[in-house]
């Protein structure tokens, strides 16, 4: 079985991109990951695409885009918000049963200087990549469990 993992913010430039690569290379076929913002950016941010870069993920494809593309097409299983603002907008109705679930992460897209904000981008990619990991471990009868998937937002890098 396959699960398609949506991960919202606003821009769609930084924490959505970053947990989007990490569900497609930790997830290996399993888990099929997707991002899209509310108000999206029309790019990734560099510092993020570098990062990922950085720990070895190819960045090709990665693209800013507004969460009404996932309104028709793929089912979503899993509907993941990394900040605060989307998780408090009102989301558009997704195809497929899926469970809602947030997962909040600091935005490291406007920090200044470059090396707080390259080093904010480091502590964001750590983050996800631990809540990512426990959601990839879960076997396939708890992730639906609302609750389970919750409590993963609890891990810390």
Not at 114 to 140: G, N, T
Request: with cysteine; charged share 20%; hydrophobic share 40%.
């Amino acid at each position: 079985m396959s699960y398609n993992v949506l991960f919202l913010c606003t821009g769609n430039s930084a924490r959505s991109i970053l947990s989007e690569a990490l569900m497609n290379d930790l997830g290996a076929g399993r888990f099929r990951g997707f991002s899209a913002g509310s108000h999206p950016s029309g790019q990734p941010h560099p510092d993020g695409l570098k990062e990922l870069q950085r720990r070895g993920h190819d960045t090709r494809g990665y693209s800013s885009k507004s969460w009404d593309v996932f309104t028709e097409g793929a089912a979503m299983d899993i509907v993941v918000t990394v900040c605060d603002n989307a998780a408090n907008e009102v989301c558009p109705v997704f195809p497929g049963g899926h469970v809602k679930v947030h997962w909040p992460a600091p935005d490291p897209a406007h920090i200044e200087p470059l090396a707080a904000r390259q080093a904010a981008f480091s502590a964001v990619y750590d983050l996800c990549r631990a809540r990512i990991q426990a959601l990839v471990d879960l076997p396939d009868a708890t992730l639906k469990d609302k609750i389970q998937l919750q409590a993963i937002a609890d891990i810390k890098a």
